[in-house]
């Protein structure tokens, strides 16, 4: 149980600036999701966090101790990689109580039977991580986490490797598990779905910057910049550059097609069962809706139930 | 799957008894001039002992010195030392600069893996002279330990190189989650890297013994009393300037290569592993 809090926490490698003045405060027992496209500088701050990289401005404090200069094996974090980097010459069992051998744990044997009774991994105690499943790998990599009880979990994109369904359930998986042992998590993902579904709040970066950062629900409704905007929702907003002297951006599920100011023409239709994806035509601007029920062809008449106004030079939501 | 023709089968057949021929006829031949009473160079066509003998065995085993100690022995335990001496060493060594070599980098670094290789570049017969000064001056000539630093400054280094080679394909991943698992560099690398380059290390060590073992030009030209001999200097012994014992020469042989044998029997398991190692991502 912990605390982590970033104050102006910068990362530099030579001229290349990638983590640019991180401030947070993530309170006992947060989840915590990084998210943005690859190369904005996620997997760095978590990794800076586990103390695999150094930070090179700013001060970092897990649970009020500034642990700058504090080396990984002392800080008391449990990583999951998104290779599991099991230790492959080790049995289930083995890697799991790798680090309360360590130790030497006098609860070691016992953690290691709770963990993988928790995680139903008591059959393959003995297997080695060359005979397991994906599935049960990452398993065993949560399972490795968990035994040692650390002040803070980091996850470091844990689902990429699992295919899609196995990653739903392993999703619900990791929001029961945090439910019963509330350890403060910071877990990385360039997923948008991942982390409106897992986080208690969001962390939008982009360029090393934090763009955003608060509940899903926040982050989905209130978006703060046009960067945001996009990032977050599925199918992402529609941003129309023409029809106003501000960026208009609307979701798909705000566009009403009956009656309206705006005439557009239908160019594909997108079927999904119970909803469809329209893809509209407004001048020369093209607008994805999201549609419920009868589909719509030829010239309509559009309207928007909410729109947002974004300044077109620097993206701040104006409105 | 269709079954190939016979004059397929019968072509690729004759190709393998040739070539198994071509490999266990030489061996063959000193086997039947090993355990043939006589010293002499026979050739025949016939590979299979006619008549047999273990009188060169028993001269070569014999051997005695001048005090009438047994000479054999203390040279297959020269051998034995020096070989084994420069394997453990050799590994030892290449295992800690490897994994510095392979994991850090620092000034210099590219130019000492260059200088490392370019020890291996050099014939045993361009240093034997300068090395014989130096260990002339060192007082080591005539020595295990002596010989053991020439046969190091070869082996080190390309044991360095190959066992860089292969900790360069051990994820980083695994050491830094041996890291936050609250391991120390040093037991990060004794109980997750060099587990897992077992079979690597198994490989470099047998390399650096044969190398050791098979040496002659500089055991010869280092080692003057017949005490120190190692065991290829003892074989060329029987092929001298006036008069060739073959018998001996041929027994010799076998027991010399008995050792590499049964160690590559023993170890095949590993070198088959080490050999392709870093082909497959475990």
Known sequence: ?319 | MRAPSPVRVVATHAALVAITAATIFPVLWVLKMALSPSQSFTMSANPLPTEVSTANFAAVLGTQDATGAWLFGRQLFNSLVVSGVTAALGVALACTAGYALSRWSFPGRDRMMGAFLLTQMFPGVVMAIPLYLLLDTLGLLDSLTGLVLVYSTTTVPFATWNLKGYFDTIPKDLEEAAMLDGASRWVTFTRVILPLARPAIVVTALFAFMTAWNEFILAATLMGDERAYTLPVVLNGYVGEFGAEWGNFAAGAILVSLPVTALFFVLQRHLVEGLTAGGVKG
């Not at chain 1, 800076?48 to 990984?72: F, K, M």
């Not at chain 1, 899903?216 to 129309?240: H, K, T, W």
């Not at chain 1, 501000?246 to 798909?252: A, E, S, T």
Request: proline fraction near 4%.
């Open chain 1, 1 to 319: 149980m912990a605390t982590l809090s970033f104050a102006g926490v910068e990362k530099r490698y030579g001229a290349v600036q990638v983590l640019h003045r991180v401030d947070l405060e993530v309170a006992d027992g947060e989840f915590i999701v990084l998210v943005g496209p690859s190369g904005c500088g996620k997997s760095t701050l978590l990794r800076c966090i586990a103390g695999l990289e150094e930070i090179t401005g700013g001060e970092l404090r897990i649970d009020g101790r500034r642990v700058n200069d504090t080396a990984p094996r002392d800080r008391d974090v449990a990583m999951v990689f998104q290779s599991y980097a099991l230790y492959p010459h080790m049995t289930v069992r083995e890697n799991m109580g790798f680090a309360l051998s360590l130790q030497k744990h006098p609860e070691a044997v016992a953690r290691v039977a709770d963990a993988a009774q928790m995680l139903g991994l008591t059959h393959l105690l003995d297997r080695f991580p060359r005979e397991l499943s994906g599935g049960q790998r990452q398993r065993v990599a949560m399972g490795r986490a968990i035994v040692r009880r650390p002040k803070v979990f980091l996850f470091d994109e844990p689902l990429s490797n699992l295919d899609a369904s196995l990653r739903n359930s392993v999703r619900v998986e990791l929001r029961r598990q945090h439910a019963a042992l509330r350890t403060t998590t910071v877990y990385v993902t360039h997923d948008q779905t991942e982390a409106l579904t897992l986080a208690d709040r969001i962390v939008v970066l982009n360029g090393g910057i934090v763009q955003q950062v608060g509940t899903p629900d926040e982050l989905y409704f209130e978006p703060r910049n046009r960067f945001v905007a996009g990032f977050i929702g599925s199918p992402g907003m529609n941003f129309l550059e023409r029809v106003a002297d501000d960026v208009v951006g609307v979701r798909p599920n705000d566009v009403r097609i009956g009656a309206g100011p705006h005439e557009a023409t239908v160019e594909v239709v997108e079927k999904l069962g119970f909803e469809a994806m329209v893809h509209l035509r407004v001048g020369t601007e093209v607008l994805v809706a999201r549609v419920e029920g009868a589909v719509p062809s030829g010239t309509v008449r559009v309207d928007f139930a909410r729109a947002y106004r974004f300044d077109r030079a620097t993206g701040e939501r104006r409105g």
